[in-house]
């Protein structure tokens, strides 16, 4: 069974970081791209970064490039978010979600949430100004 559980979250003064594991179980990270999303209240879900650990392929929303960082660690079979230099309007509810990579078509990551076919339960981010 596929299951993913996003961690890592908490409060935070703007300017300060933060670190988001997403820890699979069920696959292994190779066969799967991972995306990173988040969802602020009365917003939509948007993709934040996506990774696939087989070819070191990634992607990042305009907004997070140069503060955020998106790393697998295959070994742990786990994903990670390191976001720097944080501002109030990353104040969100943040998920992890992964897709076979196949079905991506390989050499292809997308931020758009329909893609994914499996969610963890996603870990709050709250950025004090």
């Known amino acids: 069974e596929v299951q993913l559980q996003a961690s890592g979250g908490g409060l935070v003064q703007a300017g300060g970081s933060l670190r988001l594991s997403c820890a699979a179980s069920g696959f292994t990270l190779d066969d799967y791209a991972i995306g990173w999303f988040r969802q602020a209240p009365g917003k939509e879900r948007e993709g934040v970064s996506c990774?696939?650990?087989?070819?070191?392929?990634?992607y990042y929303a305009d907004f997070a490039k140069g503060r955020f960082t998106i790393s697998s660690d295959n070994a742990k079979n786990t994903v990670y978010l390191q976001m720097n230099n944080l501002k109030a309007d990353d104040t969100a509810v943040y998920y992890c979600?992964?897709?076979?990579?196949?079905?991506?078509?390989?050499?292809?990551?997308?931020?758009?949430?329909?893609?994914?076919?499996?969610w963890g339960q996603g870990t709050q981010v709250t950025v004090s100004s």
């Open positions: 990774i696939s650990s087989s070819d070191g392929l990634t």
């Open positions: 979600a992964a897709v076979p990579y196949y079905k991506l078509g390989y050499q292809y990551l997308t931020p758009n949430p329909s893609a994914y076919d499996y």
